[in-house]
């Protein structure tokens, strides 16, 4: 299992949560692949801690559903279906495509401006190349906008459903930028929406921005 060594440590973090975002990142951008065995001991050497914090960063994955352990024998990631990737993105769009429907109605132009600002960042990271700060810039957006909806529950399992598709954004975010270019136009279509208070173009526009990917993922697997 071979782990990097050049890579930048958080700071101002525990040992257990240090190793739980290390690793977390590690799978997300295929470091560690899926099925791949984690070693404890080679992980905890790596990241300069003792074995205990990379356990319990373990058991940490494990309830996110991106390792599975097997006391006593192995830990290892999870591996990666391809049909995932309609029932996540599918779930992810109808809720999302609701707090799109709420927000536009309820929207200020101070918040409007905060989502452009995200946006630009999002175009940014991908014309740099930068897969892993593009998908938290996108990451940042939506969530915004499920914030604003002020529905704990599409935040809820929003969040749940985000750590499992981040593993296929990655990817999708990887491809040449003009095929990830449509995802930065379809936030400035979800901005202007909100600008005119227009939910049923909001919620169609949000919709589109994970049915689309979710179909062009699926074609890569």
């Not at 954004?169 to 995802?183: C, D, M």
Request: charged share 25%; glycine share 4%; no cysteine.
């Amino acid at each position: 299992m071979p782990v990097p060594k050049n890579f930048v440590s958080p700071v101002r973090m525990s040992a257990k949560e240090r190793a739980f975002a290390q690793i977390q990142r590690w799978i997300i951008d295929g470091t560690l692949q899926p099925g791949e065995k984690l070693l404890d001991a080679e992980l905890a050497e790596s990241l300069g801690v003792s074995r205990t914090p990379i356990r319990e960063a373990f058991q940490l994955l494990e309830v996110q559903g991106l390792v599975s352990m097997h006391p006593g024998k192995e830990t290892k990631v999870t591996a990666i279906e391809k049909e995932d990737i309609f029932k996540m993105y599918s779930t992810m769009a109808a809720l999302q495509a609701l707090a799109a429907e709420v927000t536009a109605k309820i929207i200020v132009p101070e918040q409007v401006d905060r989502l452009r600002a995200i946006n630009m960042e999002f175009a940014a990271a991908i014309k740099s190349g930068q897969a892993y700060q593009a998908m938290e810039a996108d990451e940042q957006f939506h969530n915004l906008i499920v914030e604003l909806s002020d529905n704990p529950y599409v935040a809820s399992f929003s969040a749940s459903l985000q750590i499992h598709i981040r593993r296929f954004k990655y990817v999708f975010l990887k491809q040449p930028i003009t095929a990830t270019q449509a995802s930065v136009d379809e936030h400035d279509s979800i901005i202007a929406a909100f600008e005119r208070k227009d939910s049923d173009s909001a919620r169609a526009m949000m919709k589109r921005n994970f049915t689309r990917p979710m179909q062009e993922l699926h074609g890569l697997f």
